[in-house]
């Protein structure tokens, strides 16, 4: 897990590089709903946005906090990085919105005036946990963090004891992540692309899912 250096870090680069995602919340009917939200402004308590109160985003964030945004920042897939969170919002207040359009001016030529703007609130994502996924790097670079007290979930897979070091596992893993220089032999998590191709090959059942 992700230190709280780690996470301040790249919940700026979600908010500074990044900016627009795709935002998951869950509609009244129990379907998911997305919406493209930028992502103004960030500090300790969490990452923030707008939306105004008619929109039906706010109704949903209203009925249920726990939402998902996902950004993605490169100009094609192999140079691209995605950072996704999962994580619950709250209204942050009046105090928030001015500081969210001071950051981000180009809301008032979407809102013009004192009055339209006042159809606006602010949300911060107050808690959650994320994951960072770099393509650009060989192999590939992951990470998970934490921020607001949410813990992170770990996922993938892990080697076990039972392991023989046949090798298989490593002849099948696209990044080259297997480290086999001792036995059992352990997945370097930072550069696992949580494929399965380890899981399906190993013949003693060693490889497990998390």
């Not at 908010?15 to 129990?30: E, Q």
């Not at 939306?51 to 706010?58: E, I, S």
């Not at 959650?128 to 790097?137: I, M, V």
């Not at 352990?186 to 003693?204: T, Y």
Request: a negative charge; glycine letters at 10%.
């Amino acid at each position: 897990m992700g230190s709280k250096d780690d996470s301040e870090t790249y919940l700026r680069y979600l908010v500074d590089r990044m900016h627009t995602t795709v935002l998951a919340t869950i509609g009244g009917d129990g379907y998911p709903r997305t919406c493209a939200v930028d992502m103004m402004y960030e500090d300790e308590g969490g990452v923030y946005f707008l939306t105004a109160r008619g929109k039906d985003l706010y109704r949903r964030l209203m009925d249920n906090p726990r939402i998902s945004p996902t950004g993605v920042k490169g100009e094609d897939t192999m140079s691209s990085v995605a950072l996704s969170l999962v994580g619950e919002a709250e209204e942050a207040g009046d105090e928030y919105l001015q500081r969210i359009l001071n950051s981000n001016p180009y809301m008032m030529e979407i809102y013009p005036t004192e009055k339209s703007r006042s159809a606006l609130t602010a949300f911060r994502i107050c808690r959650g946990n994320g994951e960072w996924f770099d393509l650009s790097k060989k192999p590939i670079e992951r990470a998970q963090f934490s921020f607001g007290g949410m813990r992170v979930t770990e996922t993938g897979y892990a080697i076990l004891g039972s392991c023989t070091g046949c090798g298989r596992c490593a002849d099948v893993c696209p990044q080259s992540c297997i480290d086999t220089k001792a036995v059992p032999f352990a997945i370097v998590q930072r550069s696992c692309l949580r494929c399965g191709n380890c899981f399906e090959a190993c013949p003693n059942g060693a490889v497990v899912q998390r």
